[in-house]
């Protein structure tokens, strides 16, 4: 209950503070500031709630998870993570974007040995209502954006030095639905109007994901640098289901670099960059976007957070906090828009992960530590081949494991000496 009690605390000072700010009038201002930066292109894409953020980490941190994918959210940002995430998680997003429009997504991931694989539904919805020219209402219904996503990856060369690169692809398949609509002049309901408008997509995203040391001054197993590449939402849409069949808008593709670097245990920093472009010709590109985060582990179970996402003349601030209380994970977060609403409860996500173990990784890693360790100690001692013995054990376990390679070869060295010094006592 304490830790509960301290999370909550902090989330509370976070959001009144955020809240505070929200409650000064200086909308214009920001809006002069960063009108020179408005896309003339903006817009020109279709399935525009790819480009919503599910919520949790990655929007606390201002999108900017290229190159940190170190949770479930990876999959809407780099799809080659999960093979080097330690734990098996599901979770549970809510957005609550704009204008009544809501996100929602739940996603799984899992991971053997190096070989990770997820899946991730998501559905973005806005009530729909028609009025007539009396003010009468004509229809409703839901506009609605749903996607599918199945994702595999896998982490080749993974070893004690070297920590592998991997690579992954997400296949996905998207729905827009829009309800059928009444006619102007009888206010009858046209069936299939809503189809006709309708539209299927079919894409991909593709990965990139490297891990290593770099102006490291603590000491831990993980490395404390991530380099990221993803390319996303490659493929084409097509509408008019029942009527013509013909290609939608282009889908709004990207690619992306980031990195994060870990500067002391506690504290995360991650930059991000992403080029927009259209697959259509006809096209043009929209302006870049960069990103920037922080997460601090205050405790054990509790981190804060925050972003900054610059998005063509739309500048985003997120700020959000993040509690673990029995492999459980809740993420609530702040995004305060500076070129739209102001108001204090204008953009808000929360999740649930739920940690479901790591498939006995862990103990694994002990038990190799150990084994090392206990080859150490045979070695100190003299007895090589003891030493030989247990590190190849170690090795059974995980064949890449450097420092049993080299304990192995140093001790073979140390034998064959020996041995050619007691064959020289005995030359004639």
């Known amino acids: 209950m304490k830790r509960i009690a301290v999370a909550v605390i902090f989330s509370v000072l976070i959001f009144t503070k955020i809240s505070a ?54 999959i809407n940002y780099n799809p080659a993570a999960s093979s080097i995430l330690n734990y098996t998680q599901a979770s549970v997003f809510h957005n609550s974007w704009i204008a009544d429009s809501n996100l929602e997504t739940i996603s799984i991931t899992n991971r053997v040995g190096n070989l990770g694989i997820g899946a991730a539904f998501q559905c973005f919805y806005v009530p729909f209502t028609e009025y007539d020219f009396f003010g009468e209402r004509a229809s409703s219904g839901y506009y609605t954006e749903s996607m599918a996503a199945l994702n595999a990856s896998y982490n080749f060369l993974s070893g004690y030095n070297f920590k592998g690169l991997a690579a992954g692809g997400t296949a996905k398949i998207a729905y827009r639905g829009i309800p059928d609509y009444a006619d102007d002049d009888t206010n009858e309901i046209i069936s299939g109007s809503g189809i006709s408008q309708s539209s299927l997509a079919i894409m991909a995203d593709a990965g990139l994901l490297i891990r290593f040391n770099f102006a490291k001054f603590f000491p831990s197993r993980e490395p404390n640098f991530r380099v990221g590449l993803a390319v996303q939402n490659i493929g084409a849409a097509i509408t008019g289901f029942g009527t013509k069949v ?27 960059f992403r080029q927009p472009f259209a697959l259509s010709s006809e096209t043009g590109y929209q302006l870049f976007q960069v990103g920037a985060g922080v997460s601090v582990q205050v405790t054990d179970f509790f981190a804060a957070m925050a972003g900054l996402q610059m998005k063509g003349a739309n500048p985003k601030l997120s700020c959000g906090a993040e509690f673990e209380l029995n492999k459980i994970r809740v993420n609530a977060n702040y995004t305060l828009d500076l070129t739209s609403s102001l108001h204090p409860l204008n953009r808000i996500s929360l999740s649930v992960k739920f940690l479901m173990g790591d498939k006995g990784r862990g103990e694994r890693e002990r038990k190799i530590e150990e084994l090392y360790n206990q080859g150490v100690l045979y070695f100190s001692k003299g007895e090589y081949q003891m030493a030989i013995d247990t ?7 995980d064949k890449r494991f450097d420092p049993a390679i080299l304990g192995i070869k140093s001790a073979t060295r140390m034998l064959e000496m020996f041995q050619k010094i007691r064959d020289s006592m005995y030359l004639e």
């Not at 009108?35 to 399935?47: K, R």
């Not at 939608?248 to 002391?264: H, K, M, R």
């Open 21 to 74: 700010l929200s409650l000064t009038d200086f909308s214009g201002t920001i809006d002069d500031i960063f009108s020179p930066f408005v896309d003339p292109n903006e817009g020109g894409t279709s399935f525009r709630s790819l480009l919503i953020p599910s919520g949790g980490r990655a929007e606390s941190m201002g999108c900017a998870f290229t190159g940190l994918a170190d949770d479930i959210s990876y």
């Open 246 to 272: 013909q290609l939608d808008d282009p889908l709004p593709s990207s690619i992306a670099a980031g990195a994060s670097y870990q500067i002391i245990k506690p504290v995360t920093v991650s930059l991000d």
């Open 391 to 397: 590190w190849e054990e170690v090795l059974e376990m």
